[in-house]
């Protein structure tokens, strides 16, 4: 059970009290490649550039970019948000386990690097 709600409060919570338990490995990293292209290019674009067809298309207006958004967000902020959701994106706590959602994590943090 996750123990923060997700509302603001649970953010925060979760941005001052959780930290990636998983090394950063290549074996990691390609897992949360594969996670990632799978579960989050569709919006947030193969390189996290928001620049996924369907934002292309206007079919959702774009997410931060990751070189934006990541300097204001740290990890459990991150995972806070792929578990509950935040503004539009959804929640994916049922799609993808809590190591995979921390092995995105991992990967997502290459992307701005």
């Given amino acids: ?7 603001n409060i649970g953010y925060e919570k979760a941005g001052l009290e959780l930290k990636n338990p998983l090394p950063v490995t290549p074996y990691n990293l390609t ?3 594969e996670l990632f292209n799978g579960h989050c290019a569709h919006c947030h674009g193969l390189t996290g550039k928001s620049d996924a067809p369907m934002v ?3 079919k959702f207006p ?5 070189s934006v958004r ?3 967000i740290n990890d459990g902020k ?3 948000s792929i578990t509950c959701g935040k503004n539009l994106m959804p929640a994916n706590r049922n799609e993808l386990s809590v190591e995979e959602r921390w092995l995105v994590i ?3 943090k ?3 690097k």
């Fill in 1 to 7: 059970k996750y123990p923060y709600p997700c509302n």
């Fill in 31 to 33: 897992k949360g490649k």
């Fill in 56 to 58: 292309l298309k206007n």
């Fill in 62 to 66: 774009p997410p931060p970019p990751y």
């Fill in 70 to 72: 990541l300097k204001t």
């Fill in 78 to 80: 991150m995972f806070h």
């Fill in 106 to 108: 991992l990967y997502i």
């Fill in 110 to 112: 290459t992307l701005v």
